[in-house]
């Protein structure tokens, strides 16, 4: 089992940043890869960024250039967020697969760009 905590979401001004935490507990051995979903209302979740085992990161096409994902220590992965659009407006998920390929998900944290 991994549980996933997410923090760090609130409301931003166009053009503005935020970081999201995600902290990560349990048996975290078998990791194939770990990163950022979001879902805006309406809409379907689709993939922010991702961290595979090798390290490696995949952004989505609209994020590229101004998010960046990392991961801090064993326990933590982090998604920097810079330039930030209304259309970035979302629930962020924070997401783990291990090597079974079975998912875990945090309970999401909010996103909210508006002047």
């Known amino acids: 089992q991994v ?9 931003v001004q166009p053009g503005g940043s935020l970081r999201l935490s995600c902290a990560m507990s349990g048996y975290m051995f078998n990791m194939y890869k770990l990163g950022w979903y979001r879902q805006a209302s309406g809409k379907q979740r689709e993939l922010v960024a991702s961290i595979t085992g090798g390290g490696n990161p995949t952004y989505a096409d609209s994020v590229k250039g101004r998010f960046t994902i990392s991961r801090d220590n064993k326990n ?12 970035d407006t979302a629930v962020y998920y924070c997401h783990f697969m291990d090597g079974s390929y079975f998912n875990y998900w945090g309970q999401g944290t909010q ?3 508006s002047s």
């Open 3 to 11: 549980q996933l905590v997410e923090s760090g979401g609130g409301l």
């Open 76 to 87: 933590t992965v982090s998604l920097q967020m810079s330039s930030l659009k209304p259309e």
């Open 111 to 113: 996103v909210t760009v």
